[in-house]
């Protein structure tokens, strides 16, 4: 069966702070997607990697693709009151038919 | 998104009841989805369909129906509904198997 995990489940941080969450699989992953639930909202996508090593960037946010694709991270430089939320990711395994979504990250800010 | 609706928003039953929840979309996404979330579980699929008249199970599909007579249209049905089966439900749609999927904004359920 399909194995990702996503590390922390829950992060608080003073604002300002930096934040990373991993997402690690136990096979071989073709595509790797990233999205952003605020609280009692829905999930929404913000970026995806499908190259190994990939690096993108979205004004503070850095998603980066792992060599062997097989994990990925999310990392916040400076936090926002914004960014409070759930990031999960997404992947799509080499032959599956479709995206598993990890546990998700919770993230706090604290002001 | 405007282009996907879920109906109703929140959702009281009983156990044993049949219940369906609705989703729309405008966009002509060959791709739907359902999900449930759940403390600790994340999101898991439901059942997906890739086209109309096409479904398939995901990761959790006992105890639950879908249909997709329109491309359009993606009701999910729990026929003798169960308190386990209180949870927030998610629909979604896509182009492509791969690509973004966009969500609804997601049916709470509760199951007394």
């Known amino acids: 069966g399909q194995q990702v995990m996503q590390i922390p489940q829950y992060q608080h941080v003073q604002e300002g702070e930096d934040f990373t969450t991993y997402c690690n699989s136990s096979?071989?992953?073709?595509?790797i997607q990233w999205y952003k639930q605020r609280p009692g909202g829905h999930p929404v996508f913000l970026i995806q990697l499908v190259k190994s090593g990939e690096v993108k960037k979205q004004k503070r946010l850095t998603f980066q693709f792992g060599e062997a694709k097989k994990n990925s991270s999310l990392h916040i430089t400076a936090t926002q009151t914004t960014d409070v939320g759930t990031y999960f990711c997404a992947v799509l395994q080499t032959g599956a038919n479709n995206l598993f979504f990890g546990t998700g990250t919770r993230l706090t800010v604290i002001p | 998104d405007a282009g996907i609706t879920q109906s109703p928003r929140y959702k009281i039953t009983e156990t044993g009841r049949q219940v369906t929840l609705m989703c729309h979309q405008t966009?002509?996404?060959?791709?739907m989805f359902w999900y449930r979330q759940d403390l600790g579980h994340g999101l898991r699929l439901i059942y997906y369909s890739a086209a109309a008249d096409i479904t398939d199970k995901g990761e959790v599909p006992d105890g639950y129906v879908v249909s997709r007579s329109k491309t359009e249209n993606f009701p999910l049905t729990l026929e003798s509904a169960t308190r386990s089966q209180t949870s927030v439900y998610f629909c979604a749609s896509t182009p492509g198997q791969a690509q973004p999927q966009h969500f609804g904004d997601g049916t709470r359920l509760s199951i007394l």
């Open positions: 096979t071989t992953l073709s595509n």
């Open positions: 966009w002509s996404h060959s791709y």
